[in-house]
């Protein structure tokens, strides 16, 4: 059965390295895996955990800084960092780049040495009439940053992972490409500068789910196209928007 997923790990998975309360799996695929999958080649980097399954609050701070850990490794020394925050924010499971935009610290309009943080949440074109990248394109050229770090909801092939594996690639991200509505791609060939995704499973078809249930089978095609989220996904989304924004403050921002 076609795999439809956006999780790298789950195409080409390698050793996990870290303990089995946060786990962190590398998965780099060259340009003939990524083809063969319809990704990009680049560096793929999950974090794992159950911590918000588990209603694990002490484990929110550790997941963070993992995440934050992850996005100075891909980042580097960046003076000036745009987030964006893509999707949806009227749909519940593709409104976590909005959510996570709401929470961060914006510090470009304070000037100073450090990192100069800006963000944006450029909507879909279903609501604006505008592609997300013509929006992003046009404040790059403004704002001119060293690093983008765009935010989307993802999609896995396994259940397990939804709202358990944090994903960060640095080769950028075509959104909506998990649930088949491919945008212009955003990246350093599109934009002129490094960018990084970062998001979170929240979604899976429900050929995933019957796959997992029975195996292998015949799936109606009609069937197969429904896309498929957790009943507590209001919840779900809210709590990783508070560990990602959490990651990008503690990389990027100087709270001294």
Known sequence: MNIRTDMAIELSPISQK?????????????EQTAKKYGKAAGCYITIESDVVK?????GYKKLAAAISE???????NANSVLVVGLGNPKLTADSLGSKVFD????TRQLGGSGTMISAICPNVMGVTGIESFD???????????DLIVAVDSLASAT???????FQLCSSGITPGSGVSNHRMRLDCDSLGCKVISLGVPLVVYASTIISEAVGDVDIDNELSELIVTPKDIDFLVSECADIIAAAINKAFVSFE
């Open 18 to 30: 870290g303990k089995a309360k946060i786990a962190r799996t590398d998965v780099e695929l060259d």
């Open 54 to 58: 588990n209603l694990d609050m002490k």
């Open 70 to 76: 992850v996005l100075l490794e891909l980042g580097g």
């Open 103 to 106: 929470r961060l610290v914006v």
């Open 135 to 145: 929006v992003i394109k046009g404040v790059c050229e403004r704002v001119k940053p």
């Open 159 to 165: 259940t397990g992972r939804i709202a358990s594996a």
